[in-house]
């Protein structure tokens, strides 16, 4: 079965420490990933996706992700975490012509100031 | 401008009662879905509409019934609520027919069964 695996259920950081949240996927053939993040009280936002080319992807507040193949991970990082920083985490894959995402369990960071 | 919008963004109500929640997007998107987060934080698909069309429904009770009028609103009525429906519901929408179009997300409505 399909499903992506988020291990870290809670990270707390100091300002400017530097981020490493895991993902792992099961999919067979080709995949799509994305990380959303949710702060308190708001929806859904997209930090970055990967289809294909370039695996590491850069997205939105200067999150990076690195698609590894091998591994099936999709790990996303930061070099220095502010207080703002502060949110939920999501993995989210699909594939084929599923639309739909199946979702990690997500990672709450926490950011010290 | 709000992309996608979802009203009411809480709704507390007591169990057995029927309720409504609407999902509007202004994105021009074709493809709108539903998406039920638990208390865990844990998102699972409910259902997704394409042109006014169902392509998706997951193992959801048939308590829940999915309406779309136009490919810009997807509303979901449940009856009979249960304790276990407390949740937040997120609607989404994406653009094209191929998996890789990202999905806006709504605010959420957080459901409350008393």
């Known amino acids: 079965a399909q499903s992506v695996s988020q291990h870290n259920h809670h990270v707390i950081l100091s300002e400017a420490a530097s981020l490493e949240l895991g993902c792992n996927y099961s999919y067979g053939g080709t995949v799509n990933l994305f990380w959303y993040v949710q702060y308190p009280g708001q929806h859904l936002q997209l930090l970055l996706k990967?289809?294909?080319?370039?695996?590491l992807v850069k997205g939105i507040k200067g999150f990076e992700a690195e698609f590894i193949k091998s591994k099936f991970s999709f790990n996303l990082r930061k070099p220095s975490v502010q207080w703002s920083d502060t949110a939920e985490y999501f993995c989210a894959a699909n594939s084929g012509s599923a639309r739909q995402l199946t979702f990690g369990s997500g990672t709450q960071l926490t950011v010290l100031p | 401008d709000t992309a996608v919008s979802q009203t009411p963004k809480y709704l507390v109500t007591q169990m057995g009662n029927d309720k409504s929640i609407k999902c509007e997007q202004n994105l021009g998107h074709d493809t709108m879905y539903w998406y039920k987060q638990d208390s865990k934080k844990f998102l699972k698909i409910m259902f997704s509409y394409n042109n006014k069309e169902l392509i998706i429904n997951e193992t959801v009770p048939n308590r829940f019934s999915p309406k779309s009028p136009d490919k810009a609103h997807l509303n979901l009525h449940i009856n009979s609520l249960e304790l276990g429906d407390s949740a937040v519901y997120f609607c989404a929408s994406s653009q094209g027919t191929g998996p890789n179009q990202p999905q806006h997300f709504g605010d959420g409505t957080r459901l409350s069964i008393l």
């Open positions: 990967y289809f294909s080319g370039d695996p």
